[in-house]
């Protein structure tokens, strides 16, 4: 059965700072798709990043980048030169026969 | 904007009563998907309809019912509602059912008193 981890239920990082949002994920499907959603206070569900499970190179999106290893499977997100704006719920999510979703991890961005 | 269009955006009821959730898709996706989603329970996935026909069907009661209609359009029923069926109510949408990333549309909030 498919199933998505995110270990941090709450993160901090400083502003300007780098920070990297913990995924595993199980599937015994050899073809897969792995993204990452961020949720703001409003509440809408922003689609961030895509990574295909045949992809050789790992996924970026401006600031966002996906540290995809396969043999781990780990789907962690790199959030580079945090903003306060990046404050936000931020969910795991992996393709199958629905989107299975992690718990998220609450991301707060320190002046 | 995701191209996902939900009403209403926010939806108030009594206890008993039944309410009907509007999604409307992404140009040209094919696929809708409806979560529920609430403090203590987090992102439940619902349901998921492909070109008008139920494809995969997650943690829905029966007292929830769905379709999707011809032009894509898809409804969620709820029913006899349940002070605990109070919940942010999500539409998403994909051009197919695998492998592509689903664009959500802004949630319905309902709250049942």
């Known amino acids: 059965a498919q199933k998505i981890t995110q270990t941090q239920p709450g993160m901090f990082v400083q502003e300007k700072e780098a920070v990297t949002l913990d995924c595993t994920y199980d599937?015994?499907?050899?073809?897969?798709?792995l993204f990452w959603y961020k949720q703001p206070s409003s509440g809408e569900m922003i689609f961030l990043i895509y990574?295909?499970?045949?992809?050789?190179q790992n996924a970026t999106e401006g600031r966002y980048s996906l540290n995809f290893q396969k043999a781990r499977k780990s789907a962690n997100l790199v959030i580079s030169a945090s903003q306060l704006g990046d404050s936000a719920m931020y969910f795991c999510?992996?393709?199958?026969?629905?989107?299975?979703f992690g718990t998220g991890t609450s991301l707060t961005v320190i002046p | 904007d995701s191209g996902v269009t939900q009403t209403p955006k926010h939806l108030i009821t009594a206890t008993g009563q039944r309410v009907t959730l509007r999604c409307s898709p992404r140009?040209?996706?094919?696929?809708v998907y409806w979560y529920q989603q609430s403090l203590d329970q987090g992102l439940q996935f619902l349901i998921q309809?492909?070109?008008?026909?139920?494809?995969a069907k997650g943690n829905i009661l029966e007292r929830f019912s769905a379709q999707q209609f011809p032009d894509l359009h898809s409804e969620l029923n709820l029913s006899s509602l349940e002070l605990g069926d109070s919940a942010l109510y999500f539409c998403?949408?994909?051009?197919?059912?695998?492998?592509?990333?689903?664009?959500f549309g802004q949630g319905t909030r309902l709250t049942v008193v």
């Open positions: 998403a949408s994909s051009v197919s059912s695998i492998d592509t990333e689903a664009f």
């Open positions: 599937t015994s499907d050899p073809s897969y798709g």
């Open positions: 990574q295909g499970s045949y992809d050789q």
């Open positions: 999510a992996m393709s199958g026969n629905q989107f299975y």
């Open positions: 140009s040209g996706d094919l696929s």
């Open positions: 309809y492909y070109n008008g026909e139920e494809r």
